[in-house]
């Protein structure tokens, strides 16, 4: 209640005041802050910037994840072993893992991991985090967040993998179903719960990054309308300088409702929740 609903409702309720540097405002502006944001072109550039993380991270994660769970569930030895090792990075801190990517891995000077590796092949140094070469930093990005979670969405599938009984594959055998034969016509039909949870998820998770854009990016200086999500933009707008709490709640609500369009709508193409799944 205090930590989770209180913070939700006054925050709907500070958006339709006009709340600079106080959560007590006084002065009604009614819908005024949901106009500005709505046309706000760093707010719709900042939706962009989801739509092309979850362009990437979403399917990328999602066959990641499913691939290592077939691996690990047909591995005949050391199968604890390769889980635990899979599911390791989950426990990691994502502010942790972003300084190493930052500093050690993607560091853009000739000393770090990757332009040494590129170096041995005589390919010159790159600059990863540079925003005039935007491509360079999403891989950086959408590395770091694959690492990360990509352990314990293969632990979903693993679990769902272990609820199909072994005299399905036994069956299919019989009539020359096995290995993609046996995945496509046995296995992955009968993930399909667990693929429309994973799916959800994950698109929700991406709606919510911040952690490795804010410590990633945080070299350039500034954050270029094309490296800034959602949650960056409102981070700035409600607690930067200004304190606009006004206008951070107003995006809070306008991006929550957003995340739980998509949710249903997902929902409802993929058959969340009906009986035959």
Request: aromatic share 16%; with cysteine; proline share 6%.
């Amino acid at each position: 209640m205090i930590f989770v609903i209180v913070p939700i409702v006054w925050s709907v309720w500070l958006s339709f005041f006009d709340a600079h540097n106080t959560v007590t405002p006084t002065h009604f502006v009614g819908l005024d802050n949901y106009r500005d944001m709505l046309t706000d072109p760093a707010f719709r550039s900042s939706l962009l910037t989801f739509v092309v993380f979850a362009v990437f991270i979403v399917p990328i994660t999602f066959v990641a994840s499913l691939g290592l769970a077939v691996l690990v569930a047909g591995a005949k030895r050391f199968q604890a072993f390769f889980r635990s090792v899979f599911f390791l990075p989950t426990a990691c801190s994502y502010v942790v893992a972003s300084m190493i990517w930052r500093k050690s891995l993607f560091s853009g000077v000739s000393s770090g991991l990757a332009n040494t590796v590129l170096g041995w092949f005589g390919h010159p140094a790159i600059p990863w985090l540079s925003v005039v070469h935007p491509p360079w930093y999403w891989l950086v990005i959408v590395t770091v967040r694959l690492w990360l979670q990509v352990g314990f969405f293969m632990v979903l599938f693993l679990a769902a993998l272990g609820r199909i009984p072994t005299t399905l594959y036994e069956a299919g055998a019989l009539d020359g179903a096995v290995g993609w034969k046996a995945f496509r016509h046995i296995t992955f039909p009968l993930l399909r719960p667990a693929s429309t949870a994973v799916l959800l998820l994950l698109l929700v998770n991406a709606f919510q990054a911040f952690d490795e854009f804010y410590n990633i990016m945080v070299t350039t200086g500034g954050y270029p309308p094309y490296a800034r999500p959602p949650l960056i933009y409102l981070f700035y707008t409600a607690l930067g300088s200004v304190q606009d709490f006004g206008h951070g709640g107003a995006g809070a609500v306008i991006l929550t409702l957003i995340i739980a369009i998509f949710a249903l709508v997902q929902g409802k193409v993929t058959g969340l929740g009906r009986k035959d799944t």
